[in-house]
């Protein structure tokens, strides 16, 4: 397969017409990568919570490019030109609102929050607005909204089957891509990398882990693959 695309936790290779096969490292990343290690078995988590999530999404109406699971660390994916923008959907204030803002950790946002960063390291990936977007020829102001509409019901489903397993779903970080039709499709993965959660006493499972040297980031990972495996 031809390699297309590295980035900072996955392999995108071709693999056919009109997919690609993605495939799941071991690195780990913080701080705009200011923070880097290799931690044995994370690619091989973060698939599996992937595939479990994908399969969820797509069963109750969200268009994502998940075909399959291919093995332990690669997935089966449609291929599609991503779209350069960061959707962070925030339930909780946690990580940069609270900086940011001043608010509170732990303050339930009522409703929640949708922000929007620029996909692009050498710039830090700033934050946009609609008007930005527009102006940048990122998205169109209704594939805007329809994007937005997507990452908000993803956010009520996601809420819904973390809430099956005790958990609280924070923020995440959701990236989308256009087929070579038109047709705006999830992409990326769902997993303990670009998901904040925390259960009722409110210990994180995630990569804060990493991030702030707070636990251990395999038992975090494994504990979410667990309960997410026990309750399908």
């Given at each position: 397969?031809?390699?297309?695309?590295?980035?900072?936790?996955?392999?995108?290779?071709?693999?056919?017409?009109g997919?690609?096969t993605?495939?799941?490292?071991?690195?780990?990343?913080?701080?705009?990568?200011?923070?880097?290690?290799?931690?044995?078995?994370?690619?091989?988590?973060?698939?599996?919570?992937?595939?479990?999530?994908?399969?969820?999404?797509?069963?109750?109406?969200?268009?994502?490019?998940?075909?399959?699971?291919?093995?332990?660390?690669?997935?089966?994916?449609?291929?599609?030109?991503?779209?350069?923008?960061?959707?962070?959907v925030?339930?909780?204030?946690?990580?940069?609102?609270v900086k940011?803002?001043?608010?509170?950790?732990?303050?339930?946002?009522?409703?929640?929050?949708?922000?929007?960063?620029?996909?692009?390291?050498?710039?830090?990936?700033?934050?946009?607005?609609?008007?930005?977007?527009?102006a940048?020829?990122?998205?169109s102001?209704?594939?805007?909204?329809?994007?937005?509409?997507?990452?908000?019901?993803?956010?009520?489903?996601?809420?819904?089957?973390?809430?099956?397993?005790?958990?609280?779903?924070?923020?995440?970080?959701?990236?989308?891509?256009?087929?070579?039709?038109?047709?705006?499709?999830?992409?990326?993965?769902?997993?303990?990398?670009?998901c904040?959660?925390?259960?009722?006493?409110?210990?994180?499972?995630?990569?804060?882990?990493?991030?702030?040297?707070?636990?251990?980031l395999?038992?975090?990972?494994?504990?979410?693959?667990r309960?997410?495996?026990?309750?399908?």
């Amino acid at each position: 397969m031809e390699q297309i695309y590295e980035g900072k936790a996955k392999l995108v290779f071709a693999s056919g017409e009109g997919e690609v096969t993605i495939r799941f490292k071991d690195d780990a990343t913080a701080g705009n990568g200011l923070k880097k290690a290799s931690i044995g078995g994370k690619g091989i988590l973060n698939n599996r919570m992937t595939t479990i999530l994908f399969e969820y999404l797509e069963g109750n109406g969200v268009p994502t490019h998940f075909i399959e699971q291919v093995d332990e660390r690669d997935l089966r994916c449609t291929r599609t030109t991503v779209i350069p923008l960061e959707v962070i959907v925030r339930n909780i204030a946690a990580g940069s609102l609270v900086k940011r803002l001043g608010i509170e950790r732990g303050t339930v946002l009522d409703p929640p929050t949708v922000e929007y960063s620029y996909k692009n390291d050498a710039l830090g990936d700033p934050l946009l607005n609609d008007d930005h977007i527009v102006a940048l020829g990122i998205a169109s102001k209704d594939e805007l909204a329809h994007i937005r509409k997507q990452a908000l019901l993803v956010n009520e489903l996601l809420l819904l089957r973390f809430a099956t397993i005790g958990m609280k779903l924070v923020d995440f970080k959701l990236e989308f891509g256009k087929t070579k039709e038109g047709t705006i499709l999830l992409v990326d993965e769902i997993s303990g990398d670009n998901c904040r959660l925390w259960n009722k006493e409110g210990t994180s499972f995630d990569k804060d882990r990493f991030r702030e040297d707070s636990g251990d980031l395999i038992e975090g990972y494994n504990t979410i693959l667990r309960l997410l495996e026990e309750s399908i």
